[in-house]
């Protein structure tokens, strides 16, 4: 009887444990919140400049399953930047579409909403990078997780 059992059970272990999902949802998701590092100005494919953050500059973004917010802090810039909206991403793509936003922000919302990306992406950096009519990058956001 035993015999029957123990092959049993184990069996039965193993059905119950490949059931249980695992949990990757920061594996290359860019689910969390990210701090904006530096950003890349391009001549072709070629990185031409690197702008560091200086003097306080701080942006954050937060991405959850279809929302996005992020802010901007400029300490010598009295113009408040925030913007809400939602986003999916598809293949190497990030597409935001902002809802609303900062007085600043309304701006640009008002004669664009919609902003189309680049994705480059895993596990603790991104960058989203803007991309011309003929698909060369322009410039990069790079983003590093904070969460």
Do not use: C
């Not at 444990?17 to 990757?24: F, G, K």
């Not at 929302?67 to 810039?77: I, Q």
């Not at 919302?109 to 989203?128: A, C, E, G, P, V």
């Amino acid at each position: 009887m035993r015999k029957i059992i123990y092959p049993i059970v184990i069996v039965f272990g193993l059905i119950l444990l490949s059931a249980i999902p695992i949990n990757n949802t920061h594996e290359s998701s860019i689910q969390g919140v990210w701090e904006l590092v530096d950003r890349y100005t391009y001549d072709g494919n070629q990185i031409t400049d690197t702008i560091e953050n200086t003097n306080g500059y701080r942006q954050i973004k937060m991405y959850s399953n279809d929302k996005v917010m992020w802010t901007r802090f400029v300490p010598l810039d009295s113009v408040e930047w925030f913007g809400y909206g939602s986003y999916y991403t598809k293949d190497s793509s990030l597409v935001e579409t902002l809802e609303y936003g900062s007085n600043s922000m309304m701006k640009i919302i008002d004669t664009m909403r919609k902003f189309k990306f680049k994705l480059m992406i895993d596990h603790n950096t991104y960058s989203q990078i803007t991309l011309d009519n003929d698909g060369n990058p322009m410039f990069s956001e790079n983003y590093r997780r904070l969460e």
